[in-house]
């Protein structure tokens, strides 16, 4: 089972930016898909954006498209979500995730292990 844990949240101003990262440790971590997620409260859990091992293609809610950046260093199992020109709709717990095989699903079902989440807090 892969470890995951998030870190880089906080609280910020509309237009701010701000550096999600995930340190992954397990065995093959390079090796799989690595996902961000995020849920507001009394709101359901939605994709945000996904990086797939080897080729590295990005996938991204329409959302965050052109705001947010995923990516990913191999040597040190962790993923980032760089996030630019932040709104207060950002404003959720954002979860990384983990699929243990080659995929470019946006379902949460379909990925393997989570962390725990750091929150994300836009204030208008």
């Known amino acids: 089972q892969a470890q995951l844990v998030e870190s880089g949240g906080g609280l910020v101003q509309t237009g701010d930016s701000l550096r999600l990262s995930c340190a992954a440790s397990?065995?093959?971590?390079?090796?799989?898909?690595m996902a961000w997620f995020r849920q507001a409260p009394g709101k359901e859990r939605e994709f945000v954006a996904a990086?797939?091992?080897?080729?590295?293609?990005?996938y991204y809610a329409d959302s965050v498209k052109g705001r947010f950046t995923i990516s990913r260093d191999n040597v040190k199992n962790t993923v980032f979500l760089q996030m630019n020109s932040l709104k207060p709709e950002d404003t959720a717990s954002y979860y990384c995730?983990?699929?243990?095989?080659?995929?470019?699903?946006?379902?949460?079902?379909?990925?393997?292990?989570w962390g725990q989440g750091t929150q994300v807090t836009v204030s208008s």
């Open positions: 990086i797939t091992p080897l080729d590295g293609r990005e």
């Open positions: 397990g065995p093959t971590t390079s090796a799989y898909t």
């Open positions: 995730a983990v699929a243990k095989y080659y995929t470019t699903t946006r379902w949460g079902s379909d990925y393997d292990d």
